[in-house]
């Protein structure tokens, strides 16, 4: 996202709708959004850990979604990407793809950058750059974030052995259930699992270096992302159905909707392995950043991911997760 001058920035266009919408929520390294570039220095003994995600209308949010939630959700999600690495917070860039003629005016983008910037406070992240553009199509954004952590300490997906324990933050398949609530296939009263499909939760600011053994985040289905791990690692996960957290609003809805919660996609909740003898060290550390975390099984020799029900017997898996291809 670059300008160009003052005149140009009091007129129309893409350079004044930059200027309107963006560069209030740029940081110093962006230059006031005037140059080519950004610039950004790494501090010593630290390295980013870089992630970016595109969100499409129609496939990843709906036409109606509220703009105020977009741009959140979408720095949200690639926030999520920076916990499960262990990294902090630090810049990002973003692409805006909008359809000509449509519904996507200033008051539109006014509160979509409102949004943006509640989060950039929330999380402490500042906007460096990026690019606008229209298209004969679908609204498309794209994210790419910078966060920054200690050299050699990133965590990794990659470290799961067998004997480790399985365990996961906050509650899983509550964005799946929100997105049926919102397209009128379930009723929830309680706005709650809408409002968790809207907003993610990212599990910022937990210090997990040398408690758990593998992480990552859970975006395309605790099944799927298990397979992950267990393919990455060289191991077998095993899971227990009953052990699963599930949010109050989510088991109103009754057990009828098990393999939905575990399949589906945007808990980005995360997905941790840790050995019996650090629980108590990973439990504190969630305790001290005020996120709940569950275990629900545990790593075996083998390959793949098994889900067991409350007798230990095996429940077929029909459907893995979500994937684009």
Request: proline share 4%; aromatic share 6%.
């Amino acid at each position: 996202m670059t300008g160009r001058s003052d005149s140009e920035n009091a007129g129309s266009g893409e350079f004044s709708f930059i200027a309107r919408h963006f560069r209030p929520l740029a940081g110093a390294e962006a230059l006031d959004l005037r140059d080519d570039c950004a610039l950004m220095r790494c501090p010593d003994g630290e390295e980013f850990a870089i992630s970016t995600d595109t969100m499409v209308e129609n496939v990843h949010f709906l036409p109606d979604d509220p703009p105020e939630t977009l741009g959140r959700k979408l720095l949200r999600c690639n926030l999520s990407d920076l916990a499960a690495m262990g990294a902090r917070p630090h810049a990002y860039t973003l692409n805006v793809t909008v359809p000509r003629g449509g519904r996507h005016d200033d008051n539109w983008f006014a509160a979509f950058s409102r949004g943006l910037a509640e989060d950039q406070k929330r999380y402490d992240v500042h906007l460096i750059g990026g690019d606008t553009t229209s298209i004969s199509g679908p609204l498309v954004l794209s994210a790419t974030v910078f966060g920054l952590l200690r050299q050699n300490r990133a965590l990794r997906r990659n470290g799961a052995r067998a004997g480790d324990d399985i365990w996961v933050t906050g509650t899983i398949g509550d964005a799946v259930l929100g997105l049926m609530v919102l397209q009128g296939k379930l009723e929830d009263t309680s706005g709650f699992l809408a409002e968790r499909y809207h907003l993610p939760q990212p599990r910022t600011g937990l210090k997990l270096h040398r408690i758990v053994s593998a992480a990552m985040d859970i975006s395309d289905g605790l099944i799927q992302d298990c397979g992950h791990i267990a393919a990455e690692s060289g191991v077998q996960l095993v899971l227990n159905a009953k052990d699963v957290p599930v949010s109050e609003a989510a088991a109103s809805l009754g057990q009828t909707l098990l393999m939905q919660r575990l399949s589906g996609g945007d808990d980005y909740e995360l997905l941790l392995t840790c050995p019996p003898e650090r629980s108590h060290a990973l439990q504190s550390a969630c305790q001290d950043a005020g996120i709940p975390v569950h275990r629900i099984g545990q790593v075996q020799t083998g390959r793949g991911v098994r889900l067991l029900d409350a007798t230990g017997r095996d429940i077929v898996l029909e459907q893995g997760g979500w994937q684009h291809f």
